[in-house]
């Protein structure tokens, strides 16, 4: 299995098949409305923005597992999306990322990038703390911590970075400028 092997649902009820971003650089990340982290919607928009262009694909995937902070419908996260931070990537339908109804997306993105860490934050302390008393040897788990984990893919299809939430986004946007920089293959280019 490769990447290019997995689909996504959409919330019109189809499924966006990653087959189609084939050659481009793809960011995959996890979001929530109501979390600590939601501003990061403006960052993401603004690399959207910058790259989108020059072959950056961002998928946005909902999910309600971390606090319970995406409770809205599909059509209301996409509304509060839109309005709040301008987002113009695509958004897909609300799932899950861990556990027995995971997206098996997500289930091979875990396999190629483990969990190894939390980076310095504001609100790394309080992660740390709340999932010691909720996840036994969380830290040993590849699950996903918490919303906005992100997967960078570089243009050969290959899963090469995972970003948590506490990370860096201007790491996150140096990294995607260097892939950007590498040539897609010719096969790549011909079947986009």
């Known amino acids: 299995m490769t990447i290019y092997d997995y689909t996504v649902p959409t919330p019109d009820g189809g499924q966006l098949a990653l087959k189609d971003f084939k050659g481009k650089v793809i960011l995959i990340v996890n979001t929530a409305t109501g979390c600590g982290f939601t501003p990061q919607y403006k960052d ?6 910058k790259y989108h262009d020059k072959g950056l ?7 309600n597992q971390f606090g319970h902070q995406a409770p809205q419908t599909d059509k209301e ?7 709040r931070y301008k987002t113009r990537f695509p958004q897909m339908k609300k ?11 997500y289930t091979y993105l875990k396999s190629k990038q483990g969990f190894k860490g939390f980076s310095q934050h504001k609100l790394t302390r309080i992660l740390e703390n709340m999932l010691s008393k909720i996840v036994p040897k969380w830290a040993e788990s590849p ?3 918490w919303n906005f984990t992100k997967f960078l893919v570089n243009r050969q299809g290959r899963v090469v970075a995972r970003f948590e939430p506490t990370h860096s986004m201007k790491k996150l946007e140096e990294k995607i400028v260097r892939l950007l920089n590498q040539p897609a293959s010719k096969d790549q280019l011909r079947n986009p």
């Open 95 to 105: 799932s899950d990322v861990n556990g027995e109804n995971a997206l098996p997306l």
């Open 57 to 63: 694909k961002i998928i946005d995937i909902p999910c």
């Open 77 to 83: 996260i996409h509304q509060f999306c839109q309005l």
């Open 44 to 49: 993401l928009e603004a690399l959207y923005e």
């Open 143 to 145: 699950d996903i911590k």
